[in-house]
């Protein structure tokens, strides 16, 4: 009899424990940035699919039925928001009810690009905006799990931590560049968060996304600005081709280097890998 009792007890301590691993949140996000941020938030209480793809571009990303199809289960699918992914509402529309989208970047307020009123999407390029972002999702987690709450509140005291980290190491980095030479010039209109946060000002070569033209006027008005301000280095997202900037670069005289305009390069899978990216390519190309 107690023999029995053992091996009853036994299954029922095998059945408790695979519960406790299916029993984590499952969340999916639509970017590696996020991921990475709800695997630091969440800690071994949420299970994260990234749904975009490793070399994917991000202002031509859709998910494909496939991918929806990885984002089942998830209590919580994560988007950057500010029309960052403009498949949104339809994407809405094919999940199954129950799960629910965030944008993360609804907590993050605007700014808007040099002399326009269109608010920059690229709030990432920000650590502090990426520490606001967090604290919404550590309550999207709560809600979802409340039983982990505590769980939560360390990760992400931890993620922001280290977000005032990076800006400290930025701003003890960036001292290296005279006033004069902070000017951000970028293939694509992508780093006015960024801007705001550390003093630069910031030139982009093309707008929003990288398809989108530079005219013919407004592309000898840049050259006329690059040369007036000797900007000596320019700057072209990591997944784009470098070609446009390097002849730009060319023709004023600069250098031409890469930053992780959209936070997306698979050599530098988290935050900090990445913005450190940045801020050693910004340093190297303006410092001198
Ligand atoms: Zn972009």
């Known amino acids: 009899m107690a023999g029995m009792k053992k091996v009853i007890s036994g299954i029922v301590a095998a059945f408790l424990c695979a519960l406790g691993a299916q029993g984590a949140l499952k969340v999916a996000s639509l970017h590696p940035l996020l991921s990475d941020m709800a695997r630091q938030v969440g800690g071994d209480a949420v299970e994260v699919v990234n749904l975009f793809p490793e070399n994917g571009e991000l202002h031509a990303f859709e998910p494909t039925a496939s991918d929806v199809a990885k984002a089942a289960g998830a209590e919580l699918v994560l988007a950057c928001g500010k029309g960052v992914e403009p498949y949104l509402e339809d994407l809405r529309d094919s999940l199954p009810a129950g799960t629910q989208v965030i944008e993360l970047g609804q907590a993050v307020p605007d700014v808007y690009l040099p002399g ?80 705001k946060d550390f003093g630069f000002s910031a030139l982009a070569v093309h707008g929003i996304a990288q398809e989108s033209e530079g005219d013919t006027a407004s592309l000898a008005r840049i050259l006329a600005e ?63």
């Open 116 to 195: 326009s009123k269109v608010a920059d999407p690229h709030w990432w390029n920000s650590p502090t905006a990426m520490k606001r972002a967090s604290r919404s999702l550590r309550s999207a987690l709560e809600t979802a799990e409340p039983g982990r709450k505590a769980t939560f509140a360390k990760g992400q005291r931890a993620y922001a931590a280290q977000m005032d980290t990076l800006v400290r190491e930025a701003r003890l980095a960036f001292a290296a560049i005279p006033q004069e030479k902070r000017v951000l010039v970028c293939s694509h209109a992508a780093m006015s968060h960024f801007c």
């Open 226 to 288: 690059l040369r007036r301000q000797s900007v000596p280095c320019l700057f072209y997202g990591v997944n784009e081709p470098p070609r446009v900037l390097q002849t730009i670069a060319n023709q004023v005289g600069a250098r031409a280097l890469p930053l992780a305009l959209d936070g997306i390069n698979p050599a530098t899978p988290t935050y900090a890998e990445l913005f450190r990216f940045n801020v050693r390519n910004i340093v190297e190309g303006l410092s001198r």
